[in-house]
Every structure is written in C-alpha cells, then in structure tokens.
C-alpha cells in the first residue's frame, strides 16, 4: 500500500519562502507520477505541479508558474515543492499525490489516486 507524509509547513509572510516534503513509502516510488495539490476553506481542491517519473518533465499551475518548483529524489523516495514569493492566495493544505497513467501530463485530482495527510500553509 501507498503511503504518504507531507512535511515544512507552517506560517509564512507574503513575499517569503517554505519547501514542501512528502515521504514515500510502502510502494515502488519510481515508477509512480508524483503531484501537488492544495485546498483552500470552502474551495475545490486544485492541482498545484505535477512531475514524471524520472524527473524529466513538470507540469505547473499557471497560479504558481514561475514561484514553485517540484523536484523528486527517487533514491530517497521524497517529493519537495520549493514555494517562493508567497501571496496571501496560496494559503491551504498541500497535499502530495501520486498516481500511474498520466504523469506530468495531468494535475486532475481523479488521476491521483493516492494522498499524504496534508500540511497547512498559512501566508498573512
């Protein structure tokens, strides 16, 4: 079975910078396309960046294009989303998914069907 545990949230002011950490384990890690996504109060949940296998090729929200950055290390079965000029929007859970047939193709929560806990990110 998948599991998943995001880590490196917490509050932040606007203009500053946190990096996500998922934990992987109980799954062959490698062969999995990896992704984040976020959940506001009282909104849909919405992909954030998604990445292939190997690393090769992401894909991006146009929200956060340019500001985060999602990388994987495969050898130590760990996703991070390096988040920088934070606004007050990006405020919600983040969540790592993972999932097998779209990679970075796709930031559709259907597409994903294993998630982490989530971590809060709070920008004031």
């Known amino acids: 079975h998948v599991q998943l545990v995001e880590s490196g949230g917490g509050p932040v002011q606007a203009g500053g910078s946190l990096r996500l950490s998922c934990a992987s384990s109980?799954?062959?890690?490698?062969?999995?396309?990896m992704g984040w996504f976020r959940q506001a109060p009282g909104k849909e949940r919405e992909g954030v960046a998604a990445?292939?296998?190997?690393?090769?090729?992401?894909l991006y929200a146009d929200s956060v294009w340019g500001r985060f950055t999602i990388s994987r290390d495969n050898a130590k079965n760990m996703l991070y989303l390096q988040m920088d000029s934070l606004k007050p929007d990006d405020t919600a859970v983040y969540y790592c998914?993972?999932?097998?047939?779209?990679?970075?193709?796709?930031?559709?929560?259907?597409?994903?069907?294993?998630w982490g806990q989530g971590t809060q990110v709070t920008v004031s």
């Open positions: 998914a993972a999932g097998r047939t779209t990679c970075a193709s796709s930031l559709s929560v259907t597409d994903f069907p294993y």
């Open positions: 109980g799954y062959t890690y490698s062969i999995y396309c």
């Open positions: 990445i292939s296998t190997r690393g090769g090729s992401t």
